[in-house]
């Protein structure tokens, strides 16, 4: 291949390098890096993240709930989602509470 065939994949390397680096960190894409905290209500769910910013969501806008063994996927439209984790809950109570009153309000 010779130097000059390294060297174009190393640059063509570094270049993919930086554009994913410049998309993850881009002000655009900040919300994603940030640690997020919920707080539940029985018509809306409250999102804060590291930085102050809070964002509401109505129960009544979440479309679809899906299931792993460690997470629920909580869908609302265009696509966007949001991860809880079911160790997060403070008490199997809450937990309980939420897939009674939550995700069944959200199924129907």
């Known amino acids: 291949m010779g130097y000059f065939g ?3 994949m190393l640059v063509a390397g ?3 390098m ?8 881009s002000k655009n894409n900040r ?3 940030l640690e997020s905290h ?7 769910i409250v999102e804060t993240l ?9 129960i009544e806008q979440f479309i679809k709930v899906i299931q792993t063994k ?7 439209p265009k696509e ?11 008490s199997e109570q809450d937990k309980n509470w939420f897939e009674r009153e939550i995700l069944l309000e959200i199924e129907k």
Do not use: P, Q
Not at 50 to 56: A, R
């Open 50 to 58: 590291n930085d102050g910013t809070k964002s509401l969501i109505k």
């Open 38 to 44: 919920f707080e539940i209500f029985e018509d809306k």
């Open 18 to 25: 930086f554009k994913l680096w410049a998309s993850t960190y």
């Open 14 to 16: 570094g270049l993919r």
């Open 70 to 76: 460690k997470f629920y996927l909580l869908y609302f």
């Open 31 to 33: 919300k994603l890096l």
């Open 80 to 90: 966007h989602y949001i991860i809880i984790a079911k160790d997060s809950f403070e």
């Open 6 to 8: 390294t060297g174009k």
